[in-house]
């Protein structure tokens, strides 16, 4: 019930947001919407519980933000260069621990918003990201870079005892023999 309250609430002030205007009318109207929505649509289950560590976060941010840059500068200079690219192109298998669907989306919009990188697919069983790669050097180096991005957001965001698995994960990628 409270959730639904919650909800109700919530789309209520969404409604007068984005109408700008408060006259009865148009409350009354954004409660008759907000009612009719949550009479057809349930409110979504509060996310698995993870935790949440700002000094993690953060870090997790500064190491983003230096990735995400230094990926802009290759991909500015394929851009330049597009001979530096030309066979380097892959798709890749990069396995996941996918511990919650919060820290599964963020590893997700942290992949995609890499340049040079793009998500095809994500498959929950086994948990597995599949990347198409700009410019790929070297696999093993390109699985664990994701892995790595995984842990950090798992370390500021995850439940606890998934940064050992994403961990065990990262040292079964480095052991693997290369293909």
Known sequence: M?????????????????????SVLNVALGVAISIGLL??????????????????????LFYFTVKFLKANVEVALAVIQPERVRRKRAIIAVPMVGATETTTTLLADAV??????????????????????????????????????????????????????????MTQVATEPQK
């Open 112 to 169: 995609s918003l890499t340049p040079g990188t793009f998500i095809l697919e994500m498959r929950r069983d086994p948990a597995t990201m599949y990347v198409h790669i700009l410019a790929l050097n070297d696999l093993r180096e390109a699985r664990l870079e994701i892995l790595e991005l995984e842990r950090r957001i798992l370390l500021g965001f995850g439940p606890p005892g998934s940064v050992e698995r994403c961990e065990e994960l």
């Open 39 to 60: 009479l057809f649509f349930r409110p979504a289950p509060p996310a698995t519980t993870g935790r949440f560590h700002p000094w993690y976060a953060a870090r997790f």
């Open 2 to 22: 409270r959730r639904r309250a919650a909800a109700f609430g919530w789309l209520l002030f969404v409604w007068i947001a984005l109408t700008g205007s408060l």
